[in-house]
């Protein structure tokens, strides 16, 4: 939704998930590959030509990250957001990093919140962020619920109420 927004034209979203490839090509996706039945990085190198100009990778897994850097042109950059256990490593060919490319961490989106929270209501105000499509709520009595959901990639983010 945020790369729509923001005017990119090619916007390619990669899951193993059905349902959240779906739910990316509702929400803006222009492309969507299933990370399981193809090669990534060798199919967002065909639809753009020679790479993307920028990748994310939100699932804190290595093999996921090394894809997502193989996968942008040079030079581009590739935003690391997926969160990793303390002690992850992840090995990359030091050639993939030459000649421009740039991994970056991203914490709470880089944003400035007293500019960047009015401007995201906005965008939900004008239906351009429809939020409830990626929330789920759940009472404090089903936080394992919530925990088993979101593992097998049933909710995008689940959120659990202290109260009823």
């Given at each position: 939704?945020?790369?729509?927004?923001?005017?990119?034209?090619?916007?390619?979203?990669?899951?193993?998930?059905?349902?959240?490839?779906?739910?990316?090509?509702?929400?803006?996706?222009?492309?969507?590959?299933?990370?399981?039945?193809?090669?990534?990085?060798?199919?967002?190198?065909?639809?753009?030509?020679?790479?993307?100009?920028?990748?994310?990778?939100?699932?804190?897994?290595?093999?996921?990250?090394r894809q997502a850097l193989?996968?942008?042109?040079?030079?581009?950059?590739?935003?690391?957001?997926?969160?990793?256990?303390?002690?992850?490593?992840?090995?990359?060919?030091?050639?993939?990093?030459?000649?421009?490319?740039?991994i970056r961490g991203i914490l709470e989106g880089d944003?400035?919140?007293?500019?960047?929270?009015?401007?995201?209501?906005?965008?939900?105000?004008?239906?351009?962020?429809?939020?409830?499509?990626?929330?789920?709520?759940?009472?404090?009595?089903?936080?394992?619920?919530?925990?088993?959901?979101?593992?097998?990639?049933?909710?995008?983010?689940?959120?659990?109420?202290?109260?009823?």
């Amino acid at each position: 939704m945020a790369a729509k927004i923001c005017g990119c034209s090619t916007v390619i979203g990669v899951d193993i998930k059905p349902n959240r490839l779906e739910l990316a090509r509702e929400l803006g996706a222009t492309n969507v590959l299933d990370a399981g039945q193809v090669n990534p990085t060798a199919e967002i190198k065909k639809i753009t030509g020679d790479g993307a100009d920028y990748s994310l990778e939100c699932a804190g897994n290595p093999k996921v990250l090394r894809q997502a850097l193989e996968s942008i042109r040079r030079p581009g950059v590739c935003g690391l957001i997926g969160g990793a256990p303390t002690g992850t490593e992840v090995t990359l060919d030091m050639n993939s990093i030459m000649f421009g490319r740039t991994i970056r961490g991203i914490l709470e989106g880089d944003s400035v919140p007293d500019i960047f929270i009015p401007q995201l209501v906005d965008f939900i105000m004008q239906g351009r962020f429809p939020l409830d499509r990626l929330v789920t709520f759940y009472p404090l009595d089903q936080i394992n619920q919530a925990v088993e959901d979101s593992e097998a990639g049933r909710t995008i983010k689940p959120i659990v109420k202290m109260t009823p």
